[in-house]
């Protein structure tokens, strides 16, 4: 089993920066590629940034590529996500995920991954 505990997430006026954290217990991590997703009131949960099992690799949603940057520290167990120039249409529910896939294109579909945290809100106001 493999648990993921996401934090970072608060409410920040536009422009601003945040950095989510999610710390992964469990089975080795190097061997998954993690995920982070969002989910925002009333939409469906939407792919935002991912990275490959040693980090060799990353890709990110058009909407937040360039100013979004996700990270892995395997010595720490945990990958990052770096939100700069946030927006209001930032604002969601973030989550963290798992997976034992390392293709990057499967990443970005939800189904892909095998564990989940229980997310981070993060809220942008203009």
């Known amino acids: 089993q493999v648990q993921l505990v996401e934090s970072g997430g608060e409410t920040i006026q536009t422009g601003g920066s945040l950095r989510l954290s999610c710390a992964v217990s469990?089975?080795?991590?190097?061997?998954?590629?993690m995920g982070w997703f969002r989910q925002a009131p009333g939409k469906e949960r939407e792919f935002v940034a991912a990275i490959s099992w040693y980090g060799a690799s990353t890709d990110y949603a058009e909407s937040v590529k360039g100013r979004f940057t996700i990270s892995r520290d395997s010595a720490k167990n945990t990958v990052f996500l770096q939100m700069n120039s946030l927006k209001p249409e930032d604002t969601a529910v973030y989550y963290c995920?798992?997976?034992?896939?390392?293709?990057?294109?499967?990443?970005?579909?939800?189904?892909?991954?095998?564990?989940w945290g229980q997310g981070t809100q993060v809220a942008v106001s203009s």
């Open positions: 469990g089975r080795a991590f190097t061997t998954y590629s």
């Open positions: 995920a798992a997976s034992r896939t390392n293709g990057l294109l499967r990443l970005r579909l939800s189904r892909t991954y095998d564990y």
